[in-house]
């Protein structure tokens, strides 16, 4: 009995490549993440810039990697190969870690983020459509949940460790950022060696996917879904802020990244979980209940600052997180055809990219002009207004 059962658990039916590509995305984010959670920090604290400035370079960034990835996965679908530019955009972060730590003003700071997140926009989407190419439709869900799991603990790993070697090194930031380096040549090794990618399809033909035929072939359940993930992101702005909400918490310096620690955490314990479930249940319903936490959590932490508002609020947002993230992706797969996949992720992301850009923006505004609360508030009524959206659609496909 304990054999049948452990033989159709979801975690041995997912593909041995779908597990390699979860620990790539380990490794690079304890590497991303070892100077992610310091970065505010260092920008305010040693280098001087604003929180308007910290919002424009975090959502330059951001919307620089999402906006990327419409090209890469377009490509990848034109080549029919994907591991190629996986193998190339994470390099690409690998190598952008010892900018940080020689950076004297904003500027390479930037230079650095720039780098760093066309790596992440080359990789992205033909790693995300790699996945959906090797996994199961019926198990996509978990997969993608899986992977996001997997990255997540990377996403607090990092954080813990940077924690660790602040306080051994009396808060030596460039110190920090030159370790970063390792895990990130680590996790190049493992897509080299441990992800073999699915043979071109026999009926492969090498065609451009950006063209008006192949656009209305993505169909209006797609476009929704583009739609939607766009209104998430302008709701959820960089999570720069919560770091620096932890520092007026009155958190001591060297303990401030153990806030992304306690985040992914709980982002990491809920997406194998809610991936898993979203392959069960409906996705509407699972994205509201994504969308109240956010609220939630956005409440909690527009309240004055103290150790234990933060701490729920944090871990609200992390579930939230948890929630939705595998779920959009996976909604993503399912919405286009295999061939457009790539394109598909691209394009998804652009919309993303392009809100977080203005989110980040806004949140920076708000943060210097009307203080933290305000961009929290902010944040909350963005997710009203997107609930709202997703209950138009239910109505109208009820009406239909």
């Known amino acids: 009995m304990t054999n049948h059962i452990a033989t159709h658990s979801p975690l041995r039916q997912i593909p041995t490549g779908v597990w390699a590509l979860g620990f790539v995305s380990l490794l690079m984010d304890i590497s991303s993440e070892m100077i992610h959670s310091l970065l505010p920090l260092f920008m305010v604290g040693t280098l001087g810039a604003s929180a308007l400035m910290v919002g424009i370079i975090e959502g330059v960034a951001e919307a620089t990697a999402l906006i990327v990835k419409v090209f890469s996965g377009a490509l990848s679908d034109y080549l029919g190969r994907r591991k190629g530019l996986a193998v190339l955009g994470y390099t690409m972060g690998a190598l952008s870690k010892p900018l940080f730590a020689v950076a004297a003003g904003s500027g390479l700071v930037l230079a650095a983020r720039f780098i760093d997140r066309v790596g992440k926009g080359i990789r992205g989407a033909p790693r995300d459509a790699l996945i959906a190419d090797i996994a199961p439709a019926e198990l996509r869900g978990a997969a993608f949940g899986l992977r996001q799991s997997l990255d997540t603990v990377g996403a607090f790993l990092g954080p813990l460790l940077a924690v660790g070697l ?17 895990p990130g040549l680590l996790s190049v090794a493992v897509l080299l060696l441990g992800v073999r990618e699915p043979a071109i399809a026999a009926d492969h033909r090498r065609r451009n996917p950006i063209t008006r035929a192949n656009l209305r072939r993505l169909g209006r359940q797609y476009w929704w879904v583009v739609a939607i993930g766009a209104a998430f992101t302008l709701a959820r702005f960089s999570e720069a802020f919560l770091v620096l909400r932890a520092d007026q918490a009155g958190i001591p310096l060297a303990l401030v990244p153990l806030v992304m620690v306690a985040m992914n955490i709980v982002y990491a314990a809920s997406a194998f979980p ?127």
Do not use: E, Y
């Open 166 to 182: 602040m306080l051994a090194w009396n808060n030596d930031f460039r110190a920090v950022f030159w370790v970063a380096l390792i």
């Open 274 to 400: 809610f991936g898993r479930l979203s392959d069960r249940v409906s996705h509407t319903g699972l994205l509201a209940l994504g969308l109240l936490v956010l609220i939630a959590a956005d409440l909690v932490l527009a309240l004055a600052p103290s150790t234990a508002t933060l701490a729920i609020g944090v871990a609200l947002w992390g579930l939230h997180m948890g929630i939705t993230q595998g779920l959009l992706a996976a909604m993503v797969a399912a919405a286009a055809p295999a061939d457009l996949r790539g394109t598909a992720f691209g394009f998804f992301n652009l919309m993303s990219g392009l809100t977080m850009l203005v989110a980040s923006v806004i949140a920076g505004l708000l943060w210097d002009s009307l203080g933290a609360s305000s961009t929290f508030l902010a944040g909350a009524g963005f997710c009203v207004l997107t609930l709202l959206c997703l209950a138009l659609r239910k109505q109208s496909a009820t009406d239909a």
